[in-house]
């Protein structure tokens, strides 16, 4: 059938205005519904014309009484329509006056321009013992083989699940329909559901089934890059799904950024990842009911009921118990390995090594590096997960894990791999991007550039400079109060395209992974601060004094924000960058370890460096907090002065194109050594206005 069709912004309002309980009317349980979710307020998808609908409708209606919705059989499904009287207290219905779809992107409104808001101060206060913790800690066992088995964290007094099945079934339908129109969907969805079977991570339930006290997980497909995905999310009839019962707990393993920093500290490096990490927990038997599955092979066949028995992508507590599991293994387990060193060194290495089921760290010789991907692998492998892909820059250390047994199956060809976001090249020992925004010739809206920006991936910062520019420009696209679809204005178009037409350059960048670090040779850390009118910036780079006299700088990482858009000045936000540098040194040093090693910090703000020589307590409120908080993690002594011509902050706080940050020596390499003047920060002159500025801040009584 072929239908013409007409692309508008908006429909109508949210349908229907309140949420509306789907269950009240038995006749329409059961059918297979176009939109399962017809009771929850949403936008319009379709609208189609009467000159069209003749040629949908198969014919058969149901209803109930007068003032209730009837149902009509369709090519889509069955549709809902007519009365449906609700009644809701004042105050609620108060609320539905602004609609889901307001408060979505009203959400998003909030979200993003946290982006450009000042940053407090933070008070920490003693949280009260993890309850997700203590749910772990009491319930987890081991199998006969080793294998571990969890259960899922409940909450408590949590709102009671209602009816779960009818929605998985009309889910797997529409699947069906799918999978007959789709030979090649169906043939990957019956391949995955046969090695779920035949690995043991799922089990069958035998009829007759009772569907209370359970949940039914609806699956469909991704079919870009074929996986099942399990929806724990799907409302049961009570409005509440299984993720909203469940505790998320806590984040346990270290940042992508102080993960890569120890990546790129030793000479050798050392990648793999764990084999189906999630299917190797298994879920306690007295809770395999939450997870349930309706599946067939063939409309032919009979509807079967599955329960799946190990922890499932989708499930809100997935990622904790999976990665709790994995660092228990590493507490349970270390005694595998005879020595008592190499032991602690490995269980170090899967503690902070790991980022879900990547692990990726850095060793100084090939010997530690095969001693030390021998011991996680046997230390993991007693609780049956299996490390698999390995991968070296070094070659001597890929033919002697080849040679290992129990590894030799396990070999990752060296080339290009992805680690955590970035690319990395073995061969060449070089980090590099992948930046692909293709080419759709839609017209540029706010929700398009954000998105865009959002995937410029970059958790270390190395490219800071550029991505700044998007920032900014997004920070300008709120203040002019475009909606999220509207078409940007002439001028901010022309902008954007130009920007976006330039970032597939980031490509051609190519990166030293290793920061060239070794054992007793003479490193220091230098780091520095900038703001502009637009934003601040801080970046920090490594020094190393060879043996032979010379001298490397290496660019480690790099933090951005942009200004807030409530004007302030410009020394204040030089003390904001001040703050930010000493907030990401801190990080840098305790992620590799190197808590004494000589620091020096820079900044090309003199009244900056003067704030930081004074009793905060002299000081008014908003520079003192910051100032204090400086004072706390490092010393007035380690700061010192640099012009702002040689500070390589000041190009991430202005922003630079990507054809300059090819071959930028400032940024990569940091300035050279006669730019730096290592002398006390007090011998700075301040001009008039400086006086006058710092005056103005001093605290009077």
């Known amino acids: 059938m072929r239908i013409d069709a007409l692309v508008l912004s908006s429909i109508t309002s949210p349908t229907p205005a309140v949420k509306i309980d789907m269950n009240q009317w038995p006749y329409l349980r059961g059918i297979d519904l176009a939109d399962n979710q017809f009771g929850t307020p949403g936008i319009i998808d379709v609208l189609i014309g009467a000159d069209v609908w003749g040629r949908l409708i198969e014919g058969e209606v149901i209803g109930g009484r007068p003032d209730e919705p009837f149902a009509q059989r369709t090519r889509f499904g069955w549709v809902v329509f007519g009365p449906a009287a609700v009644t809701l207290p004042a105050k609620e219905a108060?609320?539905?006056?602004?609609?889901?779809?307001?408060?979505?992107?009203?959400?998003?409104?909030?979200?993003?321009?946290?982006?450009?808001?000042?940053?407090?101060?933070?008070?920490?206060?003693?949280?009260?013992?993890?309850?997700?913790?203590?749910?772990?800690?009491?319930?987890?066992?081991?199998?006969?083989?080793?294998?571990?088995?969890?259960?899922?964290?409940?909450?408590?007094?949590?709102?009671?699940?209602?009816?779960?099945?009818?929605?998985?079934?009309?889910?797997?339908?529409?699947?069906?329909?799918?999978?007959?129109?789709?030979?090649?969907?169906?043939?990957?969805?019956?391949?995955?559901?046969?090695?779920?079977?035949?690995?043991?991570?799922?089990?069958?339930?035998?009829?007759?089934?009772?569907?209370?006290?359970?949940?039914?997980?609806?699956?469909?497909?991704?079919?870009?890059?074929?996986?099942?995905?399990?929806?724990?999310?799907?409302?049961?009839?009570?409005?509440?799904?299984?993720?909203?019962?469940?505790?998320?707990?806590?984040?346990?393993?270290?940042?992508?950024?102080?993960?890569?920093?120890?990546?790129?500290?030793?000479?050798?490096?050392?990648?793999?990842?764990?084999?189906?990490?999630?299917?190797?927990?298994?879920?306690?038997?007295?809770?395999?009911?939450?997870?349930?599955?309706?599946?067939?092979?063939?409309?032919?066949?009979?509807?079967?009921?599955?329960?799946?028995?190990?922890?499932?992508?989708?499930?809100?507590?997935?990622?904790?118990?999976?990665?709790?599991?994995?660092?228990?293994?590493?507490?349970?387990?270390?005694?595998?390995?005879?020595?008592?060193?190499?032991?602690?060194?490995?269980?170090?290495?899967?503690?902070?090594?790991?980022?879900?089921?990547?692990?990726?760290?850095?060793?100084?010789?090939?010997?530690?590096?095969?001693?030390?991907?021998?011991?996680?692998?046997?230390?993991?492998?007693?609780?049956?997960?299996?490390?698999?892909?390995?991968?070296?820059?070094?070659?001597?250390?890929?033919?002697?894990?080849?040679?290992?047994?129990?590894?030799?199956?396990?070999?990752?060809?060296?080339?290009?791999?992805?680690?955590?976001?970035?690319?990395?090249?073995?061969?060449?020992?070089?980090?590099?991007?992948?930046?692909?925004?293709?080419?759709?010739?839609?017209?540029?809206?706010?929700?398009?550039?954000?998105?865009?920006?959002?995937?410029?991936?970059?958790?270390?910062?190395?490219?800071?400079?550029?991505?700044?520019?998007?920032?900014?420009?997004?920070?300008?696209?709120?203040?002019?109060?475009?909606?999220?679809?509207?078409?940007?204005?002439?001028?901010?178009?022309?902008?954007?395209?130009?920007?976006?037409?330039?970032?597939?350059?980031?490509?051609?960048?190519?990166?030293?992974r290793w920061m060239g670090m070794i054992p007793r040779v003479e490193t220091s850390f230098h780091g520095f601060c900038d703001a502009s009118s637009h934003a601040y910036a801080a970046v920090i780079y490594a020094k190393t004094l060879h043996t032979d006299g010379s001298v490397r700088f290496t660019l480690l990482t790099a933090r951005t924000r942009v200004a807030p858009l409530k004007a302030t000045t410009i020394p204040r936000l030089e003390l904001a960058a001040a703050l930010l540098l000493t907030e990401t040194f801190q990080n840098v040093r305790v992620s590799l370890g190197l808590v004494d090693v000589p620091y020096y910090l820079w900044s090309d703000s003199a009244i900056v460096l003067c704030w930081l020589r004074k009793d905060p307590t002299t000081l008014k409120p908003f520079i003192s907090n910051r100032v204090r908080r400086i004072q706390e993690l490092t010393s007035p002594t380690r700061w010192h002065h640099i012009r702002s011509a040689h500070n390589p902050a000041d190009c991430a706080s202005r922003g630079i194109t990507p054809g300059e940050l090819l071959a930028h020596p400032l940024w990569w390499h940091g300035p050279k050594e006669a730019e730096m003047i290592y002398s006390d920060s007090s011998d700075v002159p301040l001009s008039k206005d400086e006086s006058d500025i710092l005056l103005t801040e001093i605290r009077t009584s």
């Open 94 to 512: 108060l609320l539905t006056l602004t609609t889901s779809l307001d408060r979505e992107d009203h959400r998003l409104e909030e979200l993003v321009s946290k982006f450009w808001q000042m940053e407090e101060i933070a008070v920490v206060d003693n949280l009260p013992e993890n309850e997700c913790e203590q749910i772990f800690d009491t319930t987890h066992s081991r199998t006969p083989d080793g294998r571990y088995m969890v259960q899922l964290p409940l909450r408590q007094k949590a709102t009671e699940l209602g009816d779960s099945y009818t929605h998985a079934l009309q889910q797997f339908h529409r699947l069906e329909r799918r999978m007959v129109a789709d030979p090649v969907l169906r043939e990957n969805y019956i391949s995955f559901m046969r090695e779920y079977a035949a690995l043991g991570h799922m089990e069958t339930v035998q009829p007759p089934y009772n569907h209370t006290n359970c949940y039914y997980i609806p699956h469909h497909a991704v079919t870009a890059k074929f996986r099942v995905v399990f929806n724990a999310s799907a409302p049961t009839s009570t409005g509440i799904s299984l993720n909203d019962v469940q505790l998320v707990g806590p984040t346990l393993q270290d940042s992508l950024s102080s993960i890569l920093l120890r990546f790129r500290r030793y000479r050798v490096a050392i990648t793999a990842d764990i084999e189906k990490m999630f299917r190797q927990v298994l879920v306690a038997p007295e809770h395999r009911d939450y997870q349930r599955i309706i599946w067939r092979e063939s409309p032919a066949d009979d509807i079967r009921v599955y329960r799946l028995k190990t922890i499932t992508y989708g499930m809100a507590c997935s990622p904790y118990n999976a990665v709790r599991t994995l660092q228990q293994c590493a507490r349970d387990n270390s005694a595998v390995v005879p020595d008592v060193l190499q032991a602690a060194r490995a269980r170090t290495a899967i503690l902070t090594s790991f980022y879900v089921d990547d692990f990726l760290t850095s060793c100084d010789s090939v010997i530690d590096a095969v001693e030390l991907a021998k011991n996680v692998d046997a230390i993991l492998s007693a609780g049956k997960f299996t490390l698999r892909k390995w991968n070296s820059n070094d070659s001597q250390v890929m033919m002697r894990l080849s040679n290992e047994q129990s590894l030799s199956s396990y070999i990752f060809h060296p080339g290009e791999a992805s680690v955590l976001g970035l690319r990395w090249d073995a061969l060449s020992d070089q980090l590099f991007f992948r930046v692909d925004l293709r080419q759709r010739g839609e017209i540029p809206t706010k929700r398009r550039v954000l998105s865009e920006v959002a995937r410029l991936f970059d958790p270390t910062g190395l490219l800071a400079p550029v991505i700044v520019t998007g920032k900014i420009f997004i920070q300008r696209l709120w203040s002019t109060g475009l909606s999220w679809d509207s078409p940007l204005p002439d001028d901010l178009c022309r902008e954007w395209l130009k920007y976006r037409a330039q970032l597939p350059e980031l490509n051609q960048i190519r990166i030293e």
